[in-house]
């Protein structure tokens, strides 16, 4: 297989990346940082769209449509920004810092989890900004995913299903492959599996199917276990996948 070379970013942020998201229908590249706000680069041409500086940190963020952005806030605020004039609303508060933030565009839902072990519910349709719905989680979520109307989300080393449809409960849950927390997870775009990543260094990929599973699941570690000696073990903390490729 040919080894593609990576594609540099000119202009790149200096400052710790929380989330990295590719657009729905373009190759633009959004990125969300704990200092320096968002930023929206078209990859192709390596170019700087958009920059948009914000007071808080951004722990996540991701895309409604090709203009229009989400993020999560250190404030407990779920913000809306037009990447093409820089404007922005709040769209929902929390009562702790807000870790992730997803959209759904079949049910117009909105949903966050903070560090309070809580995940939110917004419907875009009404504008209040207090929750439509809440569930309360035994333990911090580090990560959730959307793919249609399931929701993945990641609780200690385990995975928890829940259907956007029906919030009273969680549909499925399993311990996943990962020997430690899981930092980061992210839906297939075909909804058929997800990928994950640990805070050991390791990535999983799960499918649904049996199947599947058998021929394509597998887990791996993306760093080396030592350097000259010392153990060397760097944290997963975003994957991001195209939704097209």
Not at 88 to 108: F, K, L, P, R
Not at 137 to 154: D, P
Not at 170 to 196: D, H, L, Q, T, W
Request: glycine share 6%.
């Amino acid at each position: 297989m040919e080894r593609k070379s990576p594609i540099n970013i000119v202009n790149p942020t200096n400052e710790a990346i929380s989330r990295p998201r590719f657009a729905p229908s373009s190759n633009n590249l959004l990125i969300s940082s704990w200092e320096t706000g968002l930023r929206l680069y078209d990859v192709e041409e390596s170019v700087l769209r958009s920059e948009i500086l914000t007071e808080e940190a951004l722990l996540d963020c991701c895309f409604v449509k090709e203009e229009i952005a989400l993020t999560a806030g250190s404030d407990g605020c779920i913000k809306r920004f037009d990447l093409s004039t820089g404007s922005q609303d709040i769209v929902g508060i929390c009562d702790d810092s807000a870790i992730s933030v997803e959209y759904s565009s079949e049910t117009n839902l909105v949903v966050s989890c903070t560090m309070d072990n809580k995940i939110n519910f917004w419907d875009l349709r009404t504008g209040n900004s207090n929750p439509a719905n809440s569930t309360a989680v035994e333990s911090n979520t580090n990560s959730i995913s959307l793919s249609g109307t399931n929701l993945l989300a990641a609780i200690s080393n385990s995975v928890f299903m829940y259907d956007l449809r029906n919030l009273i409960s969680p549909i499925g849950a399993e311990i996943s492959s990962m020997n430690y927390s899981i930092k980061c997870i992210r839906s297939f775009p075909n909804s058929r599996g997800f990928v994950m990543g640990s805070i050991d260094g390791c990535v999983g990929l799960k499918y649904f199917d049996p199947v599947m599973e058998n021929t394509m699941g597998c887990r791996f570690r993306c760093h080396p276990n030592s350097i000259e000696g010392d153990s060397h073990i760097v944290s997963i903390n975003q994957i991001a996948i195209h939704p097209r490729r």
